[in-house]
């Protein structure tokens, strides 16, 4: 499938700011299966310095600075990408021996299992999270299994809610309200697999949308959207699971990057000097290239 894809972010402030800083994650990092052809990056103003880098997780960096006030920032990040639906295993090994296995693993690479076997900055270890992922997760079972059994829980127990959570809501915090949005299932899903010995990534990307049936669809509706990556030994290597929609990641997923947690892959974070309020403004698109004109 193929898609051409355009987000449009503007950053504004209520009094000009001094020394600005932005760390920009938009453009898609090398991924399995998805093929990215011509992209750009337009900035408004010109930022006087202007850094790309890659790493050390599935992830590509912009970083901007500013060495003159600004009190508006106009970013529209653009590419296109052709997706490959990927094919599932046959079978998977055992949790019991995916455990021992990714133990094992010396890899350190940002697509071995290793940096997602443990707690990170958000996706923390929980013992009410590991408990109730426990009974989803039994060493006999196969993993996919028992992922594709963790994915429904969190899809049928939790109520998909916008403003219940923020940015900052760990995965504690949205396990006891059994509320709140993608980033929020992503990381309680992250957390119970990781506290039964399964590595887990989180994953920053887009996914395609539909407008109801006989409505023209909305410029600039769609979203970001966050999605977990599971290690299922060295033969199935990774496989995506949707919690917020219970179903696997196909062709209709599109991979900006691939981190430990939301914090890894956070499409603008940065700092400034100033006390000015800051607004933000998203627009994203998501187009087949046979609609895309």
């Known amino acids: 499938m193929r898609y051409q894809v355009r987000h449009a972010t503007t950053l504004e402030y209520a009094a000009p700011v001094a020394s600005a800083r932005f ?24 930022p006087d310095l202007r850094i790309e880098k890659s790493g050390p997780y599935c992830v590509n960096t912009t970083h901007i600075g500013f060495s003159r006030p600004i009190r508006r920032l106009d970013l529209e990040s653009s590419f296109d990408v052709d997706i490959a639906a990927p094919n599932l295993p046959g079978s998977t090994p055992d949790i019991a021996a995916l455990r021992a296995e990714a133990l094992a693993e010396r890899d350190i690479s940002a697509v071995s299992p290793a940096p997602y076997l443990f707690a990170s900055r958000i996706a923390i ?51 006891r ?24 990534a989180y994953v920053s990307g887009y996914l395609r949308t539909e407008p109801p049936p006989g409505q023209k669809r909305l410029i600039g509706a769609d979203a970001m ?20 929609n ?24 940065g700092t400034f000097i100033g006390s000015a309020p800051q607004s933000m403004k998203v627009a994203v698109d998501v187009l087949p290239s046979e609609v895309a004109c």
């Open 23 to 46: 760390n920009l994650r938009l453009s898609p990092a090398p991924c399995l299966g998805q093929t990215i052809g011509a992209r750009r990056l337009v900035l408004s103003p010109e």
């Open 125 to 175: 270890m929980d013992k009410d999270i590991a408990e109730w992922g426990s009974a989803f997760l039994s060493a006999d079972q196969e993993v996919l299994a028992g992922a594709r059994a963790l994915n429904s829980a969190i899809h049928r127990e939790f109520a998909y809610l916008p403003g219940a959570t923020d940015s900052r809501t760990g995965p504690h915090e949205a396990f």
């Open 177 to 200: 309200l059994r509320k709140g949005v993608c980033q929020d299932f992503a990381h309680v899903m992250i957390s119970a697999l990781r506290a039964n010995g399964i590595p887990a």
């Open 225 to 244: 959207h966050a999605w977990v990556k599971v290690w299922c030994g060295s033969s199935a290597r990774w496989i995506g699971f949707d919690p917020t």
């Open 246 to 269: 219970d179903c696997l990641v196909r062709e209709d997923h599109i991979q900006i990057g691939m981190g430990r947690d939301y914090a890894d892959v956070a499409p603008i974070d």
